[in-house]
């Protein structure tokens, strides 16, 4: 088979892997993304809650945090720019009983360290004034917060890719691969097998980076994280959305609990609950799971009809830590693994849609 020599590859076609090639197209770099599937973005990337995060609950000084309003304020410009349909519709953090008010004024000084500058903790009625219908004894009031139409951001972003020159292989799997000195050879499966020889590959296979860079001999194993699969279930309701802003209960380590969101065309749902499974392709929903939600949100919203909750849709996140703890984004460089030419975003969850722009550049910037 004949070698192919190009200048980047990116390996996954999600919004992550999209918005690193578009950052590589932007400093002048000639990018190929290859993704297994037959369309872009049809795992984590479309099975999320679209929502566009203000950066408060993450713990600081880590990339989450380090990345979550940079990648805020450029997505909410992107989005401007390019037209794509999204929401600055705001958020309500409610808290329910003494503790959890004290809890409300920690994470606004955690969300202050990470430089959200914009949140305002107002009580009960206040809250109430603002979301009749809501039942809460406070709430962090988040305007920053907000929704997107993610498939019209990954469809933005395959348009800039294509303008600079870049090109997107679908149903293109990376079967093998080999360490040179001068690149990293990638032998590309699908309908017209190819082999690539690379001066630089990023790895942003998301649920499947691990198992991609095990695939690549000479990317030593133990520089190698085991991703752990967190499945998020979500229950749509009928009828019109209750609320106009999200509406969250106070975050947990690993989790932001049973929330209330609606998408673009006012469509509200609750989810993501979480549970680790052992598979990263059980896209299934638990019908049986309803009479939980409907509890869980019944703490701040007392007139839900759970009759009017019906079984929506699952994703799954790339999840570095295990239950209860609070995991982080990891850039792998040749620091870490010693490969010169080779990059790998492992762990890129919550919130990887929001923060994507923000990634991108991080890791171009790595790569120069």
């Not at 049809?42 to 950066?55: F, L, P, Q, W």
């Not at 549970?275 to 939980?292: G, H, K, L």
């Amino acid at each position: 088979m004949v070698t192919e020599r190009v200048d980047a590859i990116v390996i996954g076609a999600g919004v992550i892997g999209l918005a690193v090639a578009r950052a590589l197209g932007r400093a002048g770099r000639e990018v190929i993304v290859v993704e297994k599937n037959a369309a872009f973005g049809e795992e984590t990337s479309a099975r999320n809650s679209e929502v566009i995060h203000a950066g408060i609950q993450y713990k600081p000084g880590g990339m989450r945090a380090s990345l979550a309003v940079k990648g805020r304020d450029a997505l909410y410009a992107f989005c401007k720019e390019h037209n794509v349909s999204h929401a600055r519709c705001g958020k309500l953090l409610v808290a329910i009983g003494d503790k959890e008010i004290t809890g409300l004024h920690g994470l606004k000084a955690n969300a202050e360290k990470n430089g959200v500058s914009d949140l305002v903790i107002v009580n009960g009625a206040a809250a109430r004034a603002m979301e009749p219908g809501l039942y809460c004894d406070g709430a962090i009031v988040s305007p920053s917060s907000g929704i997107v139409d993610s498939h019209g951001l990954m469809l933005a972003l395959v348009g800039e890719i294509e303008d600079k020159g870049g090109a997107l292989a679908l149903a293109s799997p990376v079967l093998s691969g080999h360490v040179f000195a001068d690149g990293i050879e990638l032998d590309i499966g699908g309908v017209d097998p190819i082999t690539l020889k690379a001066k630089t590959v990023v790895n942003c296979a998301g649920l499947w980076s691990d198992r991609v860079a095990r695939l690549i001999a000479g990317i030593p194993d133990a520089t190698i994280p085991q991703l752990k699969y967190g499945k998020g279930q979500y229950f749509t309701y009928a009828g019109k959305a209750p609320f106009s802003r999200l509406i969250y209960p106070l975050p947990s380590p690993d989790s932001q609990g049973v929330h209330y969101t609606r998408d673009l065309g006012g469509q509200g749902k609750l989810g993501p609950d979480i549970a680790f499974i052992d598979t990263n392709t059980d896209y299934s929903v638990d019908p049986s799971r309803r009479d939980a939600f409907a509890a869980a949100a019944r703490k701040f919203w007392p007139d839900i009809d759970a009759a009017k909750l019906q079984p929506g849709y699952a994703g799954i996140r790339p999840k570095l830590k295990g239950p209860g703890e609070e995991g982080d984004f990891l850039f792998s460089t040749t620091a870490d693994h010693g490969v010169p030419h080779y990059l790998g975003l492992y762990g890129i969850e919550s919130p990887g849609l929001t923060t994507c722009l923000a990634v991108a550049d991080h890791a171009a910037a790595l790569m120069r």
